[in-house]
């Protein structure tokens, strides 16, 4: 078999690594859950090589999500559920539907690079709602539970980070947020202290510990929100940058200190540490 530019080949491959008997034993022995972590991971991959503005690495991790995206019609094919056309078909019927000033009766009509015009995202949502409702009584399935609170459309699978963003943004929209980034700056110094002092005590107690953390989490994500910033981006870009500065001392320690890094003490990496900072690696 021999790659192609056709999005069929890459459907034909999948088919022929899950066939019985002469496929791949790793790929026959997968299913969704098993497969679902790595879906997140080359989600976060694509991320990763956008903010370092590498294109190639980029045009081979979509790659590996497209993958994903058929790996997974593949099994539902297989158990009878849909197939990747399917797929294809509703993402179109989507994006045609939600663009009715592109595509629809809507044409020409001002939209703001914001958002659809008011009221009529609402409708289209409303309208995508029932008819998932009526496909699913079509199909002898069970209704999607309903919602009790507003937060429940908020995925919890999320990263943890991106779920706090997403909670916080919902709840702003009935009026619970704070006005500015300083009030929310004014929480994460009550929230650190409450931390520092549940350290401070004398047996700290690992449940509040991890409560009171996750609390200056919680803050931190909404502070990024309040600031437009993507916080999950912005501890990527830490740990790349951490990465860089450990990396200045693994190649310097042993020169410097003729010691290897698991013998070099505290202070000499943090004097190499300061090193990579100062010139900016």
Known sequence: MTPSRDISRLIEIMAALRTPQTGCPWDLEQDFRSI???????????????ERGD???????????????VYHARMAQEEGHFDFGDVVEGITAKMIRRHPHVFGDKRGEEYSASGMASGTWERIKAEE?????ARRD????????????LLDEVPAALPGL???????????????DWNDPGAVLAKLREETEELEAEL?????????LKDELGDVLFVLANL?????????????????????????????IEQ??????????????????????TAGR
């Open 138 to 149: 079509e199909m002898g399935l069970p209704p999607k539970r309903k919602g009790e609170s």
């Open 36 to 50: 679902a972590p790595y879906t997140i991971e080359e989600a976060y991959e694509v991320a990763d090589a956008i």
């Open 256 to 277: 410097r200190t003729g010691k290897p890094l698991s013998s070099a003490s505290l202070e000499e990496m943090e004097a190499l540490w300061q090193e990579a900072k």
């Open 200 to 208: 401070s005590a004398e047996s700290p107690d690992v449940s509040a």
């Open 224 to 252: 990024a929100r309040h600031l437009d910033i993507d916080p999950e981006s912005a501890l990527r870009r830490t740990n790349r940058k951490f990465r860089k500065r450990f990396a200045y001392i693994e190649n310097n």
């Open 129 to 133: 709602k029932a008819e998932t409702a």
């Open 162 to 176: 991106t779920l706090a963003v997403k909670l916080q943004q919902k709840a702003a929209k009935v009026g619970f």
């Open 55 to 69: 294109m190639d690495d980029l045009r081979l991790e979509l790659g590996d999500l497209l993958l994903q995206s």
